[in-house]
């Protein structure tokens, strides 16, 4: 790609009086913080003229939002040329021989299933074989692009004289129309309640017409609530510009940011406070409810340059991966871990991602805060419930941190490395002591099977790995008595 632009810029480019800029995130990105690695990219790298894309063995590693970051880069651009066009999307392929092992075969089988995505998208995908035959077909197609360019096919261009709906609706209607193509960026008066509720009216009535399920309603409902929330209280004035992407490919999600005027906001900070809180004895509010409701809290920087700083989120609407053996059990408490992009764990029919949740049980098991634990385990213990069923499932097994606990109190029990465990260990621990918890490993993958293994050789349980033994367990303690009753 470098000779053949830097070719066509001596030449046809500059015939033309055009100048081919070469972008790719190892040369135009810079460090940042975001939900992952693509989210920074995608925040500092515009769309841009004429996209390419080369495919060989892999498809990439999940983002949570796409089944890789190229392939949210693609569907970003696609995005674009469905509303404006003025994009050349080049999608390449490489038939080169090659000897798979067996994650190769995964990943060419998702690899696959995403071509095939894009042809019935439209998109008319070129192959090659090998890097000389790309280079030659490649600078063949952009000579071409070159060729028939001017300054009108320019994106940026083409958007500018867009007449399209205006950047910042200011009706419910309009409001509602932008939410149902996808995206609404909107700016009020975080003060105006009569403006905000009837926001939120909409959102929810848009995502309900997207098919949504009540609980993801619900929880994007008093996200939006809490953030605006925030900016009434912590920001300089109560002026509010919120971002609401609505996703509905791969992984359904609606991500939110809301930016305000004022300082940027600490987020591990204000977690940290309002944890303490808590502790003490006052109320789950502001970004602790946000961070048990939604994934992925982080700061947003988009609207930066207008002096405004933001805080975004992603709340997921995701099918369990999990058996959902311990459900149908009605005296069992159900908990599932499920490694995947992103890793989740069920606490019953509530889905929490990996990140903050993680970051709470942390916080709880060394501070010994049972409001903490309380917020998410204590819904699961209603009258009748007198035994733990927990499962492991899952075929992406990411690195994990090893995690260290100093136990600062004896009311905590504490013998796991792991945050989650640890804080299910010291909610759970008198069904611990009496062995009436169930660990069920429904996966093959190393990680979450070694995990599984690991604690239940530290509480000299079972780790079982087939359903049949798992259900003649839950069984077996469902016919004896709780001796910790």
Excluded at 315 to 337: D, K, T
Excluded at 452 to 464: E, I
């Amino acid at each position: 790609m470098d000779r053949v632009v830097t070719e066509l810029n001596r030449g046809i480019a500059q015939e033309r009086e055009l100048i081919l800029d070469l972008i790719r995130w190892e040369t135009h990105a810079r460090p940042g913080v975001g939900a992952d690695a693509q989210d920074v990219i995608n925040r500092q790298i515009e769309v841009p003229d004429v996209f390419i894309g080369i495919f060989w063995k892999r498809l990439g590693t999940p983002t949570g939002r796409a089944p890789s970051g190229t392939a949210e880069e693609i569907e970003r651009v696609l995005n674009v040329w469905r509303q404006v066009g003025g994009i050349e999307i080049l999608i390449y392929f490489n038939q080169s021989p090659q000897t798979p092992t067996r994650n190769d075969l995964d990943e060419l089988a998702r690899l696959h299933d995403f071509l095939e995505e894009l042809k019935e998208d439209g998109v008319f995908v070129w192959e090659y074989d090998g890097a000389q035959d790309f280079e030659a077909k490649v600078r063949g197609h952009l000579t071409g692009v070159v060729r028939g360019w001017s300054p009108e096919a320019s994106v940026k261009s083409t958007t500018v004289d867009l007449p399209a709906q205006p950047t910042s609706p200011t009706s419910s209607g309009e409001w509602h129309r932008a939410l149902a193509g996808g995206s609404l960026n909107v700016e009020l008066d975080a003060r105006a309640r009569d403006r905000v509720n009837t926001l939120v009216s909409e959102v929810r009535a848009a995502l309900k017409e997207c098919a949504f399920g009540n609980r993801t309603v619900d929880r994007v409902a008093v996200v939006l609530l809490e953030l605006l929330a925030n900016v009434r209280q912590h920001a300089d004035d109560s002026s509010a510009v919120i971002e609401i992407d609505v996703r509905t490919t791969y992984q359904r999600t609606v991500s939110i940011d809301v930016y305000h005027r004022g300082v940027a906001v600490d987020i591990a900070g204000v977690l940290d406070a309002n944890q303490r809180r808590l502790h003490e004895g006052d109320h789950e509010h502001g970004l602790l409810k946000v961070a048990r409701l939604a994934g992925h809290l982080h700061s947003s920087y988009k609207e930066e340059e207008a002096g405004r700083h933001g805080v975004g989120c992603y709340v997921y609407e995701l099918e369990p991966l999990h058996s959902g053996l311990f459900r149908e059990y009605a005296f069992a408490v159900p908990i599932a871990i499920e490694y995947d992009s992103p890793k989740r764990y069920w606490l019953g029919d509530d889905v929490h991602v990996t990140g903050q949740f993680e970051q709470a049980m942390r916080f709880a098991v060394q501070w010994a805060t049972k409001p903490l634990l309380d917020l998410y385990f204590a819904r699961l213990v209603t009258p009748g419930k007198s035994c733990l069923g927990v499962e492991v499932t899952g075929h992406i097994a990411p690195s994990e941190p090893a995690w260290e606990f100093e136990n600062a109190t004896p009311r905590a029990v504490v013998r796991s490395q792991d945050p989650v465990q640890a804080g299910i260990e010291a909610y759970f621990g008198h069904w611990f002591r009496s062995r009436r918890v169930v660990l069920f490993a429904n996966s093959a993958d190393f990680t979450p099977l070694h995990s599984m293994r690991s604690w239940a050789q530290r509480w000299n349980l079972d780790c079982l790995t087939d359903i049949d033994s798992c259900r003649a367990r839950v069984e077996t303690l469902a016919a004896s008595p709780d001796p910790s009753r």
